[in-house]
């Protein structure tokens, strides 16, 4: 099992910042990829970026450029740096982690936070 903690979140102006942190526990050796994802009212969970365990990173075209993610494996955090916010970057927020277990995949989510972008 992995628990995934996020921390970050709030209320900023237009072009601000803002930057989100995932701290993971459990069974971390087991992780082989974690993510942010994000989910606005009446759309869908997308994704916004991911990073592997071996440091890998994966965008969503619209975030390429003004998100950035990175990791600390001594501390098994995820960090989402948000610069350059749009009123449409509002969201509730998700950390995601995958696991695999010789075959298995397993994906866990935290419990969301909140980003307001105010225009």
């Known amino acids: 099992q992995v628990q995934l903690v996020e921390s970050g979140g709030g209320l900023v102006q237009t072009g601000g910042s803002l930057r989100l942190s995932c701290a993971a526990s459990g069974t971390v050796f087991s992780i082989v990829a974690m993510g942010w994802y994000r989910q606005a009212p009446g759309n869908e969970r997308e994704l916004v970026a991911s990073i592997s365990s071996a440091g890998s990173t994966n965008y969503a075209d619209s975030k390429k450029g003004r998100f950035t993610i990175s990791r600390d494996n001594a501390k098994n955090t995820v960090y989402l740096q948000m610069n350059s916010l749009k009123p449409e970057d509002t969201a509730v927020y998700y950390c995601?982690?995958?696991?695999?277990?010789?075959?298995?995949?397993?994906?866990?989510w935290g419990q969301g936070t909140q980003v307001t972008v105010s225009s």
């Open positions: 995601h982690a995958r696991t695999q277990t010789i075959l298995v995949f397993k994906d866990y």
